[in-house]
């Protein structure tokens, strides 16, 4: 099969909008400063990973046209929206009620399970975003050029360069947040809470998340 792509002009406008879309953070970037603040860097950037191949689902969703069926479902859309709402709220519950579990509680190093967890969450938040997959069934088609044919491949290869640039993107911000983490772990009253600041905020992530309008992530 011919590997066929949008025109360049398409694929301009489409990478410049993509850009301002992306610099508006969202509760998935949000998650991911919240990791960063908390846990540092690497945290930070192994959520932005998680988010992503979460992302690489929902594009190509899109390109089969599951969003569709998605988007003519308000039941599945709901079950879907809450489902995602419900367990960011269970993780800022679980971060709040948990102490840190002990080093060496298990044969598999601590930091390894750490961010073996932290990439789970950040594809399971994406995952059960329905908004998400929405946001692509109605922004990538857009940039699409009919006139080359194979909708489908374009729209596979538009959402793949959405994908490179939200991970640069949200890199940035797992970066700069973990700077300020650093700068925040340093501080003794922070470190007595800080289990209810990052709790409270998922909490009120899930929320938002379950009320908010149609909102790229």
């Known amino acids: 099969m011919e590997f066929v792509i949008p025109s360049t002009a398409n694929l301009a406008l489409f990478v410049s909008a993509a850009l301002v879309l992306l610099v508006i953070p969202g509760p998935a970037v949000l998650f991911i400063i919240a990791q960063s603040v908390e846990q540092g860097r690497k945290a930070g950037l192994v959520s932005d990973l998680g988010i992503h191949t979460a992302t690489l689902v ?95 491949m374009q729209i596979v290869f538009l959402g793949l360069v959405f994908t490179v640039l939200g991970l640069a993107s949200d890199a940035c911000y797992a970066l700069a947040a973990s700077a300020a983490g650093r700068w925040l772990r340093q501080s003794r009253g922070y470190l007595s809470f800080e289990r209810y600041v990052g709790g409270a905020l998922l909490i009120g992530l899930g929320i938002t998340a379950a009320f908010a309008g149609n909102n790229k992530k």
């Open 58 to 152: 929902h594009v190509v969703a899109a390109a089969l046209g599951l969003s569709a069926l998605l988007a003519s479902s308000a039941l599945a859309f709901s079950i879907v929206k809450y489902a995602g709402a419900a367990y960011l709220i269970w993780l800022g519950l679980k971060k709040i009620c948990t102490r840190p579990a002990p080093i060496g509680a298990t044969d598999l190093p601590p930091r390894q399970r750490r961010y073996a967890r932290l990439f789970r969450d950040g594809f399971i938040v994406n995952l059960l975003n329905p908004k998400t997959a929405l946001f692509f069934l109605a922004f990538l088609p857009q940039f699409v050029d009919v006139s080359r044919g194979h909708v489908a």
